[in-house]
Protein backbone atom coordinates (compact mmCIF):
# COMPACT_ATOMS: atom_id res chain seq x y z
CA UNK A 1 0.00 0.00 0.00
CA UNK A 2 1.59 2.96 -0.78
CA UNK A 3 1.32 6.70 1.95
CA UNK A 4 1.00 9.64 -0.59
CA UNK A 5 2.40 12.54 1.35
CA UNK A 6 0.35 16.01 1.26
CA UNK A 7 2.49 18.65 -0.34
CA UNK A 8 2.88 20.63 2.82
CA UNK A 9 3.97 17.46 4.81
CA UNK A 10 6.82 16.66 2.39
CA UNK A 11 7.51 20.58 2.24
CA UNK A 12 8.19 20.83 5.90
CA UNK A 13 10.25 17.07 5.82
CA UNK A 14 12.47 19.38 3.19
CA UNK A 15 13.03 22.40 5.01
CA UNK A 16 13.37 20.26 8.38
CA UNK A 17 16.08 18.29 6.92
CA UNK A 18 17.33 21.02 5.44
CA UNK A 19 17.80 22.95 8.90
CA UNK A 20 19.69 19.99 10.14
CA UNK A 21 21.82 19.89 7.08
CA UNK A 22 22.96 23.42 7.66
CA UNK A 23 22.52 23.63 11.60
CA UNK A 24 25.40 20.47 11.24
CA UNK A 25 27.48 22.87 8.98
CA UNK A 26 27.20 25.75 11.09
CA UNK A 27 28.45 23.95 14.28
CA UNK A 28 30.98 21.96 12.53
CA UNK A 29 32.37 25.50 11.42
CA UNK A 30 31.84 26.91 14.72
CA UNK A 31 33.99 23.84 16.16
CA UNK A 32 36.85 24.45 13.63
CA UNK A 33 37.07 27.71 13.98
CA UNK A 34 37.34 27.37 18.05
CA UNK A 35 39.74 24.32 17.61
CA UNK A 36 42.11 26.91 15.33
CA UNK A 37 41.70 29.53 17.81
CA UNK A 38 42.63 27.62 20.26
CA UNK A 39 45.79 26.04 18.93
CA UNK A 40 46.83 29.55 17.58
CA UNK A 41 46.61 30.38 21.74
CA UNK A 42 48.19 27.93 22.38
CA UNK A 43 51.17 28.34 20.11
CA UNK A 44 51.32 31.75 21.22
CA UNK A 45 51.73 31.05 24.89
CA UNK A 46 54.43 28.52 24.32
CA UNK A 47 55.96 30.94 22.10
CA UNK A 48 55.76 33.71 25.02
CA UNK A 49 56.50 31.10 27.76
CA UNK A 50 60.03 30.28 25.09
CA UNK A 51 60.90 34.05 24.80
CA UNK A 52 60.83 34.40 28.82
CA UNK A 53 62.91 31.61 29.46
CA UNK A 54 65.46 32.52 26.67
CA UNK A 55 65.93 35.92 28.27
CA UNK A 56 66.02 34.69 31.78
CA UNK A 57 68.81 31.92 30.66
CA UNK A 58 70.87 34.67 28.76
CA UNK A 59 70.68 36.98 31.45
CA UNK A 60 72.42 34.13 33.75
CA UNK A 61 74.89 34.03 30.72
CA UNK A 62 75.97 37.53 30.72
CA UNK A 63 76.08 37.49 34.29
CA UNK A 64 78.57 34.31 34.15
CA UNK A 65 80.51 36.05 31.75
CA UNK A 66 81.07 38.88 33.87
CA UNK A 67 81.84 37.05 36.64
CA UNK A 68 84.17 34.91 34.99
CA UNK A 69 86.47 37.89 33.57
CA UNK A 70 86.63 39.36 37.59
CA UNK A 71 87.93 35.97 38.65
CA UNK A 72 91.62 37.05 40.49
CA UNK A 73 94.73 35.43 39.29
CA UNK A 74 95.41 34.12 42.70
CA UNK A 75 92.64 31.67 42.17
CA UNK A 76 93.62 31.01 38.70
CA UNK A 77 97.06 30.03 39.30
CA UNK A 78 95.76 27.20 41.46
CA UNK A 79 95.97 23.60 40.87
CA UNK A 80 92.72 22.41 38.67
CA UNK A 81 90.20 21.10 41.26
CA UNK A 82 86.62 21.12 42.50
CA UNK A 83 87.37 23.05 45.93
CA UNK A 84 87.83 26.46 44.27
CA UNK A 85 84.99 28.89 45.50
CA UNK A 86 84.16 30.41 42.50
CA UNK A 87 83.11 27.48 40.98
CA UNK A 88 80.23 27.77 43.76
CA UNK A 89 79.32 30.73 41.78
CA UNK A 90 79.45 29.17 38.44
CA UNK A 91 78.07 26.32 39.26
CA UNK A 92 74.69 28.31 40.28
CA UNK A 93 74.45 30.39 37.50
CA UNK A 94 75.00 26.98 35.20
CA UNK A 95 71.96 25.38 37.25
CA UNK A 96 69.53 28.49 36.44
CA UNK A 97 70.31 28.77 32.54
CA UNK A 98 69.35 24.63 33.10
CA UNK A 99 66.36 25.06 34.66
CA UNK A 100 65.12 28.43 32.68
CA UNK A 101 66.30 26.36 29.28
CA UNK A 102 64.04 23.35 29.92
CA UNK A 103 61.10 25.68 29.64
CA UNK A 104 61.84 26.46 26.14
CA UNK A 105 59.78 24.05 24.10
CA UNK A 106 62.43 23.81 21.03
CA UNK A 107 63.94 20.52 21.78
CA UNK A 108 66.88 21.34 19.50
CA UNK A 109 68.02 24.55 21.80
CA UNK A 110 67.70 22.09 24.70
CA UNK A 111 69.59 19.38 23.75
CA UNK A 112 71.94 21.90 22.50
CA UNK A 113 72.35 23.88 25.31
CA UNK A 114 72.38 20.46 27.93
CA UNK A 115 75.39 19.36 26.35
CA UNK A 116 77.11 22.13 26.38
CA UNK A 117 76.92 22.53 30.47
CA UNK A 118 77.93 19.36 30.01
CA UNK A 119 80.87 19.96 28.43
CA UNK A 120 81.39 23.24 31.10
CA UNK A 121 81.12 20.22 33.67
CA UNK A 122 84.28 18.89 32.19
CA UNK A 123 86.62 22.06 32.33
CA UNK A 124 89.21 19.46 34.40
CA UNK A 125 89.79 18.52 30.79
CA UNK A 126 91.05 21.91 30.03
CA UNK A 127 94.75 21.75 31.87
CA UNK A 128 96.59 21.65 35.20
CA UNK A 129 95.46 24.97 36.39
CA UNK A 130 92.02 26.65 36.69
CA UNK A 131 93.69 29.39 34.69
CA UNK A 132 92.79 27.19 31.71
CA UNK A 133 89.28 26.12 33.53
CA UNK A 134 88.42 29.72 33.68
CA UNK A 135 88.66 30.33 29.53
CA UNK A 136 86.91 26.94 29.34
CA UNK A 137 84.16 28.18 31.27
CA UNK A 138 84.05 31.53 29.40
CA UNK A 139 84.81 30.48 25.95
CA UNK A 140 81.30 27.97 26.45
CA UNK A 141 79.56 30.82 27.94
CA UNK A 142 79.92 33.03 25.38
CA UNK A 143 79.25 29.94 22.94
CA UNK A 144 76.07 29.61 24.63
CA UNK A 145 75.28 33.22 24.60
CA UNK A 146 75.30 32.86 20.91
CA UNK A 147 73.37 29.79 20.87
CA UNK A 148 70.34 31.50 22.97
CA UNK A 149 70.53 35.01 21.74
CA UNK A 150 69.79 33.55 17.90
CA UNK A 151 66.83 31.87 19.22
CA UNK A 152 65.43 35.00 20.91
CA UNK A 153 65.99 36.53 17.65
CA UNK A 154 64.46 33.54 15.72
CA UNK A 155 67.40 33.57 14.08
CA UNK A 156 68.10 29.61 12.74
CA UNK A 157 70.34 28.04 15.64
CA UNK A 158 74.65 28.70 14.73
CA UNK A 159 76.80 25.64 14.18
CA UNK A 160 79.12 24.97 16.73
CA UNK A 161 82.57 26.86 16.60
CA UNK A 162 85.60 24.62 16.03
CA UNK A 163 86.65 25.75 19.39
CA UNK A 164 83.86 24.57 21.04
CA UNK A 165 84.06 20.85 19.53
CA UNK A 166 88.02 20.96 20.17
CA UNK A 167 86.88 21.04 23.82
CA UNK A 168 84.12 17.70 23.14
CA UNK A 169 86.70 16.21 21.93
CA UNK A 170 89.03 16.86 24.74
CA UNK A 171 86.03 16.38 27.62
CA UNK A 172 85.58 12.96 25.91
CA UNK A 173 88.94 11.55 26.37
CA UNK A 174 89.71 13.14 29.74
CA UNK A 175 86.75 11.09 30.79
CA UNK A 176 87.71 8.02 29.27
CA UNK A 177 90.76 8.46 30.86
CA UNK A 178 89.53 8.95 34.42
CA UNK A 179 87.36 6.20 33.83
CA UNK A 180 90.25 3.83 32.49
CA UNK A 181 92.42 5.01 35.79
CA UNK A 182 89.51 3.58 37.74
CA UNK A 183 89.35 -0.07 36.12
CA UNK A 184 92.89 0.41 37.20
CA UNK A 185 92.34 0.88 40.83
CA UNK A 186 90.10 -2.48 40.86
CA UNK A 187 92.73 -4.51 38.65
CA UNK A 188 95.79 -2.77 39.04
CA UNK A 189 97.99 -4.77 36.93
CA UNK A 190 100.86 -2.94 35.04
CA UNK A 191 100.22 -5.14 31.74
CA UNK A 192 96.68 -3.43 31.41
CA UNK A 193 98.38 -0.02 31.40
CA UNK A 194 98.04 1.60 27.98
CA UNK A 195 101.37 4.53 28.22
CA UNK A 196 99.58 6.52 26.02
CA UNK A 197 96.83 6.32 28.54
CA UNK A 198 98.56 7.84 31.38
CA UNK A 199 99.37 11.17 29.70
CA UNK A 200 95.64 11.82 28.33
CA UNK A 201 95.13 14.55 30.20
CA UNK A 202 98.59 16.12 29.87
CA UNK A 203 98.22 17.54 26.35
CA UNK A 204 98.37 21.05 27.40
CA UNK A 205 95.60 23.65 27.35
CA UNK A 206 92.57 23.90 25.33
CA UNK A 207 92.44 26.19 22.36
Given at each position: ?29 V ?28 N ?6 E????V ?107 R ?6 Q ?21
Amino acid sequence: MMIVMQPEVLSGLIGFGGALVGGAASFGGVWLTLSHQRKLAREARLAEIGQEAADKALNELITLGEFLSSVRSDVATMPTDERASYLDTVFGHMENVERAVARIPNRELRDRVKSLLIVMRRFRAAGVRHFFAVSWLAELTDELTDLLSAYIRSDPLPSLSSRTEEKQRRAAQHELAQRRRFELMQDPDPANVDPREEDADDDGPAT
